[in-house]
C-alpha cells in the first residue's frame, strides 16, 4: 500500500521568511495530493491540493509543487506570519484510494 | 450548514468499557471516515464507508466497529476499551478527493 513521508518533523522560521515542507509517497498509482492544516485543538483542514496532472499550484503565499517522476511534492509558505504556526500534514491517494498520511510538520513562526 | 460534526468532544473511560463515538455531517457527502492521531503518528485511517449500508477497514480496525445505516451518520464503536485507544479522533467526509474533517473527540482509556 502507499506509504507517506514527511520532512522536516518540526520547523521554526522567522517572520517574513519562507517555510518548505517536503513528502515523498511510495504508490505510483497516487494522483491526489492534498495538504491540510491543522491548529491548536481543532481539526485538519484543506489548505491547498494538486493532481497529478500539473506540476505547481499556488494560492496566495501557499504553493504546492510535485515531481511525479521522483515522487515527491512540497508546500512552500512564503512571507510567513505568526498565524501560519500549526501543523502540517500532507497526504496522498489513488483513485478509489483512501488518503494516506504523513506524520505531520510542527511549522512555528517566530515574530 | 454545520459540516461534520463530532460527540463528545472528551471522554474518559475504564479500560473494558464500551462507547460509541458520533459523527454526523449534513452534506449529503457519501465517503465518510474515522482517524485516530497520536503523537508523531500523523493521522492513521481506522474505518471508512463509501456510502450507506457500506463500511471497510483502513490501517489500524482492531477494536473498533462501525455501520453506516444512513448517508448523515457514522458512529465509531468501542466495544472493549484499552489503554493502547487514548487517542484523539476525528471524522471526516468527502465530497471528492477534499475531506472535512469534524473537531475530534479526545479519549482517554485507564
Known amino acids: 500500500g502507499e506509504n507517506v513521508e514527511q520532512h522536516p518533523s518540526t520547523l521554526s522560521v522567522q517572520e517574513g521568511d519562507s517555510a518548505v515542507i517536503k513528502c515523498t509517497y511510495s504508490?505510483?498509482?497516487?494522483?491526489?495530493f492534498p495538504w491540510y492544516k491543522q491548529e491548536l485543538g481543532k481539526g485538519p483542514q484543506l489548505i491547498i491540493d494538486?493532481?497529478?496532472?500539473?506540476g505547481e499550484k499556488k494560492d496566495q503565499r501557499i504553493a504546492v509543487t510535485l515531481n511525479k517522476t521522483a515522487k515527491h511534492f512540497s508546500l512552500h509558505i512564503t512571507e510567513t506570519q505568526p498565524e501560519d504556526s500549526a501543523v502540517y500534514f500532507c497526504?496522498?491517494?489513488?483513485?478509489?484510494?483512501?488518503?494516506?498520511f504523513g506524520k505531520g510538520t510542527r511549522l512555528s513562526v517566530i515574530a | 450548514n454545520a459540516g461534520v460534526t463530532q460527540t463528545p468532544k472528551f471522554q474518559v473511560l475504564k479500560t473494558g468499557q464500551s462507547m460509541t463515538l458520533q459523527c454526523a455531517q449534513d452534506?449529503?457527502?457519501?465517503?465518510m471516515s474515522w482517524y485516530r492521531q497520536d503523537p508523531g503518528m500523523g493521522l492513521r485511517l481506522i474505518h471508512y464507508?463509501?456510502?450507506?449500508?457500506?463500511?471497510d477497514q483502513g490501517e489500524v480496525p482492531n477494536g473498533y466497529n462501525v455501520s453506516r445505516s444512513t448517508t448523515e451518520d457514522f458512529p465509531l464503536r468501542l466495544l472493549s476499551a484499552a489503554p493502547s485507544q487514548t487517542s484523539v479522533y476525528f471524522c471526516?467526509?468527502?465530497?471528492?478527493?477534499?475531506?472535512?474533517f469534524g473537531p475530534g473527540t479526545r479519549l482517554t482509556v485507564l
Open positions: 471526516a467526509s468527502s465530497l471528492g478527493d477534499t475531506q472535512y
Open positions: 504508490d505510483s498509482a497516487s494522483n491526489y
Open positions: 494538486i493532481r497529478s496532472n500539473v
Open positions: 497526504a496522498a491517494s489513488g483513485g478509489n484510494t483512501p488518503l494516506v
Open positions: 452534506m449529503n457527502h457519501e465517503y
Open positions: 464507508s463509501v456510502g450507506a449500508g457500506i463500511t
